[in-house]
């Protein structure tokens, strides 16, 4: 933007260093009146306080965007700010969530969720995905878009994306094989060959197929049909298409 958009603040009850679950120490100010737009919350190793609690939970009649990351749902939790949402978490804690709090629709498989102003996250890198769709909203398309790219992120997955997917599970080691199948999901809409992905991929076809399955142990038409399946998946779930639109089609040749 050419000038400071946020200022990042970071707070704790009580204010002074904190010390994180990576035993990295961070200076932090105690909680007070001042009214932030955007109150993102963190969850380290300890238990919530009740003075942690309290302060959350009067957070959405002070700021207009309550936010939390991995296993900062569980705080809001607590603070009951996500009863009647639909809320998200790291995918190991998510059942533990929804035992705990069954007010909650928890959804376990999604990167990340937006319900009115309260937004969670999936751990890891889902946070990278909830900032820059923060971003988004705020400051458009194209500045999320310009922050990705300065970023080095490859892109901004959707909120409902899956936390498991089609290319994780493939598991490309070599930079060509991830080239092709970077290809092939950008044109899974178009007739796919062998000889396509091997073209992206630097390869002969003999080559590539066979590099393919040492390093995927699938062959490139069931990783493509996967692949398909998966975008198929996610426009049932975040449009209206109906299913005959949607349909994957079976556009995949060997020669």
């Not at 704790?12 to 105690?30: A, C, D, K, Q, Y």
């Not at 533990?96 to 909650?104: G, S, V």
């Not at 992206?200 to 040492?214: D, E, K, V």
């Amino acid at each position: 933007m050419g000038e400071p958009v946020y200022d990042v603040r970071l707070l704790s009850e009580i204010g002074g260093l904190m010390r994180s679950s990576i035993g990295v120490s961070v200076v932090t100010e105690p909680f007070d009146a001042t009214i932030f737009d955007t109150l993102f919350v963190c969850r380290g190793t300890e238990p919530s306080t009740p003075g942690l609690i309290e302060f959350v939970r009067q957070a959405p009649g002070r700021h207009r965007r309550v936010v939390a990351a991995c296993t900062g749902a569980f705080t809001l939790a607590e603070a009951g700010l996500l009863d009647g949402r639909h809320a998200t978490t790291q995918w190991n804690r998510a059942r533990d969530l929804q035992a705990r709090f069954p007010k909650i629709k928890v959804e376990e498989d999604r990167i990340f969720i937006v319900d009115g102003p309260v937004w969670t996250s999936a751990g890891m890198t889902a946070g990278i995905d909830l900032a820059l769709a923060m971003v988004e909203q705020d400051l458009g398309v194209d500045m999320a878009q310009a922050v990705a790219r300065q970023m080095v992120v490859y892109h901004r997955r959707a909120g409902g994306q899956s936390q498991f997917s089609a290319l994780l599970e493939l598991e490309p080691k070599s930079d060509r094989i991830q080239s092709a199948l970077a290809y092939a999901k950008r044109n899974l809409d178009k007739k796919l060959t062998v000889g396509q992905l091997a073209a992206a991929a630097h390869l002969s076809p003999r080559q590539f197929s066979r590099a393919f399955r040492a390093e995927t142990r699938q062959s490139p038409a069931k990783a493509v049909e996967n692949l398909r399946l998966e975008a198929a998946r996610l426009m049932m779930e975040q449009s209206r298409h109906p299913i005959d639109v949607i349909r994957p089609a079976n556009r995949f040749c060997r020669s």
